[in-house]
């Protein structure tokens, strides 16, 4: 069964995904293999339309192994899809067999100046908290009675 493609380059599943990111021009994120060792950009990164093929022995003969979507994250022993269906999954990395790149969405990691602002604003955010919950917990600890 042969796939059709869209005017975008993409497999008809992906086009409604990519639409709904505000159609990302997919040309300017494309991987890059060969060149200066500092010039290369590959790997898989966040929001990329991927294909993911599972172990067909860990599921129920009949259950669909390939799973289609955007990468949302990326974990030790799991990664996270956002389906063609709309359904968040988390695919344990044992039962994936192979990944197929569809598309690049975003720029690579070290380019990608809104992941990077996005990451130190959470940091700041995390750091706040952490600081006030510090707060919160000394303001009630009563160690008056503890020698040391």
């Given at each position: 069964?042969?796939?059709?493609?869209?005017?975008?380059?993409?497999?008809e599943?992906?086009?409604?995904?990519?639409?709904k990111?505000?159609?990302?021009?997919?040309?300017?994120?494309?991987?890059v293999?060969?060149?200066?060792?500092?010039e290369?950009r590959?790997?898989?990164?966040?929001?990329?339309?991927?294909?993911i093929?599972?172990?067909?022995?860990?599921?129920?003969?009949?259950?669909?192994?390939i799973?289609?979507?955007?990468?949302?994250?990326?974990?030790?022993?799991?990664?996270?899809i956002?389906?063609?269906?709309?359904?968040?999954?988390?695919?344990?990395?044992?039962?994936?067999?192979?990944?197929?790149?569809?598309?690049?969405t975003?720029?690579?990691?070290?380019?990608?100046?809104?992941?990077?602002?996005?990451?130190?604003?959470?940091?700041?955010?995390?750091?706040?908290l952490?600081?006030?919950?510090?707060?919160?917990?000394?303001?009630?600890?009563?160690d008056?009675?503890?020698?040391g």
């Amino acid at each position: 069964m042969a796939k059709k493609k869209t005017d975008a380059g993409l497999p008809e599943w992906a086009v409604p995904i990519w639409e709904k990111m505000g159609s990302p021009s997919i040309d300017d994120y494309e991987s890059v293999h060969n060149g200066q060792l500092l010039e290369r950009r590959h790997g898989l990164r966040k929001d990329d339309l991927v294909e993911i093929l599972l172990d067909a022995r860990a599921f129920k003969e009949g259950d669909d192994i390939i799973v289609k979507g955007r990468l949302l994250s990326s974990g030790k022993t799991s990664i996270e899809i956002l389906t063609d269906a709309g359904d968040t999954v988390y695919l344990a990395r044992d039962v994936i067999v192979k990944i197929k790149l569809v598309a690049h969405t975003r720029p690579a990691y070290i380019d990608d100046k809104e992941l990077l602002a996005f990451e130190r604003a959470d940091m700041k955010r995390r750091s706040s908290l952490h600081e006030k919950v510090e707060k919160e917990v000394k303001g009630r600890q009563d160690d008056s009675h503890l020698w040391g």
